[in-house]
C-alpha cells in the first residue's frame, strides 16, 4: 500500500490489509521516522464492496468550494453612500 503524506498532517484515513499474523504496517513519511509518535486508531471491519468515501484534508485548496455564497446584491451600491 502506498500512502500520500501531507507534510504537518494529523489525521489520517487508510484501509489497511492485515497480515497473516494480524498486524497492519504503517509506513512513516522520512521526517517522522526518527521522532516519537502517538498514535490514535479506531478499528471498523469493512464490508466486502464497500466504498469509502475520501475527504478533502482541512486547509487545502478548494476544501470551502460551494459552502460559501455572496448576496445576489452584493456589488450594488449600499444606499449609505448614494449623497
Known amino acids: 500500500m502506498r500512502l500520500k503524506y501531507i507534510s504537518h498532517m494529523s ?5 489497511f490489509d492485515p497480515n497473516p499474523d494480524g ?17 490514535f486508531a479506531i478499528l471498523t471491519p469493512i464490508e466486502s464492496g464497500e466504498q469509502i468515501p475520501l475527504k478533502a484534508a482541512a486547509g487545502g485548496f478548494g476544501c470551502l468550494k460551494g459552502k460559501i455564497h455572496a448576496a445576489a446584491d452584493f456589488d450594488s451600491p449600499l444606499a449609505d453612500f448614494r449623497n
Open 11 to 15: 489525521t489520517l484515513t487508510a484501509i
Open 23 to 39: 498486524t497492519v504496517h504503517l509506513p512513516l513519511p522520512e521526517e517522522l521516522r526518527t521522532r516519537k509518535l502517538k498514535i
